[in-house]
C-alpha cells in the first residue's frame, strides 16, 4: 500500500511562485510513475506534469509549459513541481498520484488504472 501526500500549497500573488512536493510512503517509490493534477472549482480534472519512475521523462501541460518543472528525488520519495510565473487560472486543488507502469504521456492524459491519490493542496493565485 502506498500513502501519498502534497504539500507546498499556498496564497501567492501573480507571478509569484510556489513548490509542491508529493511525498510518499513506500520501500518501491522508484517504481511509480508520478503525476501531479490539479481541479479549479467547476472544472475537470487536468494533468499538470508526470515525471517517469527514474525521472528521465517528463511531460506537462501545454497551460505550463515554461513556467512549471517537475523532478525527482528518488532517495527522499519525494516529487517536486516547482511552479513559477504563476497566473490566478492557476488557481485549484492540487492532487498528486501514484502508478506502476504508465507513460508520463498516458498518465498526464488521465489514462488511469487505480492510481494511488493525496488529499490535495489548495493553492491560490491572487492579490
Known amino acids: 500500500q502506498l500513502q501519498v501526500v502534497e504539500s507546498g500549497g499556498g496564497l501567492v500573488q501573480p507571478g509569484g511562485s510556489l513548490r509542491l512536493s508529493c511525498s510518499a510512503s513506500a520501500f518501491t517509490f522508484d517504481y511509480y510513475t508520478i503525476g501531479w493534477f490539479r481541479q479549479a472549482p467547476g472544472k475537470e480534472r487536468e494533468g499538470v506534469s508526470c515525471i517517469s519512475h527514474n525521472g528521465g521523462t517528463t511531460d506537462y501541460a501545454d497551460s505550463v509549459k515554461g513556467r512549471f518543472t517537475i523532478s525527482r528525488d528518488n532517495a527522499k520519495n519525494t516529487v517536486y513541481l516547482q511552479m513559477n510565473s504563476l497566473k490566478p487560472d492557476d488557481t485549484a486543488v492540487y492532487y498528486c498520484?501514484?502508478?506502476?507502469?504508465?507513460?508520463?504521456?498516458?498518465?498526464?492524459?488521465?489514462?488511469?488504472?487505480?492510481?494511488?491519490w493525496g488529499p490535495g493542496t489548495q493553492v491560490t493565485v491572487g492579490s
Open positions: 498520484a501514484a502508478q506502476r507502469a504508465i507513460s508520463t504521456q498516458d498518465m498526464c492524459a488521465g489514462r488511469l488504472r487505480r492510481p494511488y
